[in-house]
């Protein structure tokens, strides 16, 4: 079953331009983590945020966790043509196993 | 390039056959994970290795899939009489587990196996 339910489900913005993606989560986490996916290809990771932590910054990329409303946020900022993907959180658990729980995905478009 | 590397990177069979896949993790991982990949969706957990220790394994494995990793390095996952349901894109990821001192749990995936049965 999938834990993180990404909102929107799509989004399309204007190069140079500002994007928010939203992620909703269920069940107590150890912490959560954001991917990249393009068209048909593995994953990459983007950032990862404890649960202690409530705001983390990597280059263009700024991640916002609040344990409370069990959500979290991706600001993209100065969006490019080469952000297009789908973005997806990933939720971590507490306990030992680090088992992934993801998301169905966010379909990010930048027009040139 | 030291990233994750699996092999094949498609597979189309026919009903009933067997098929296994290779996960090469980064050297050094002690964690290996097996995920499953359907269209328009997020990638779900199969199972999870501790060096060579199968630790946890999703119900989504039936008995018709087995996952090996014999020395603590590469892996595999086999299907056995395979059905059109299995169709999907199999994603390995390995973690180091402790890097520095500090546990992390940041996952680098390979790029994926696309099954097709026919």
């Known amino acids: 079953s999938q834990q993180g339910e990404e909102d929107p489900q799509a989004l399309s913005i204007q190069e140079g331009e500002n994007a928010t993606m939203n992620c909703s989560y269920k069940?107590?986490?150890?912490?959560l983590q954001w991917y990249r996916q393009n068209s048909g290809r593995g994953l990459v990771h983007l950032i990862l945020?404890?649960?202690?932590?409530r705001e983390k910054h990597s280059g263009r990329l700024r991640v916002t966790l609040d344990t409370s409303k069990k959500s979290s946020s991706l600001l993209i900022t100065a969006s490019r043509a080469a952000d297009t993907a789908s973005y997806f959180c990933?939720?971590?658990?507490?306990?030992?196993?680090?088992?992934?729980?993801f998301g169905k995905g966010i379909t990010l478009s930048v027009r040139p | 390039d030291t990233g994750v590397s699996q092999n094949p990177r498609h597979k189309i069979t026919k009903r009933g056959q067997n098929v296994t896949f290779r996960c090469d993790p980064i050297?050094?991982?002690?964690?290996l994970y097996w995920y499953r990949q359907t269209l328009g969706q997020g990638p779900e957990f199969l199972t999870y290795?501790?060096?060579?220790?199968?630790?946890?394994k999703s119900r989504l494995l039936s008995d018709r899939f087995s996952a090996e990793r014999p020395k603590g390095s590469f892996s595999t996952l086999e299907i056995q009489r395979t059905e059109q349901g299995d169709s999907a894109m199999y994603l390995c990821?390995?973690?180091?587990?402790?890097?520095?001192?500090?546990?992390?749990?940041?996952?680098?995936f390979g790029p994926g196996t696309r099954l097709t049965v026919l």
């Open positions: 990933a939720t971590a658990p507490t306990g030992a196993n680090s088992k992934l729980t």
């Open positions: 290795f501790q060096n060579e220790a199968q630790l946890e």
């Open positions: 050297s050094e991982h002690n964690r």
């Open positions: 945020i404890r649960s202690n932590e």
């Open positions: 990821a390995s973690s180091p587990g402790r890097a520095g001192g500090v546990l992390t749990d940041t996952q680098y």
């Open positions: 069940t107590s986490i150890n912490n």
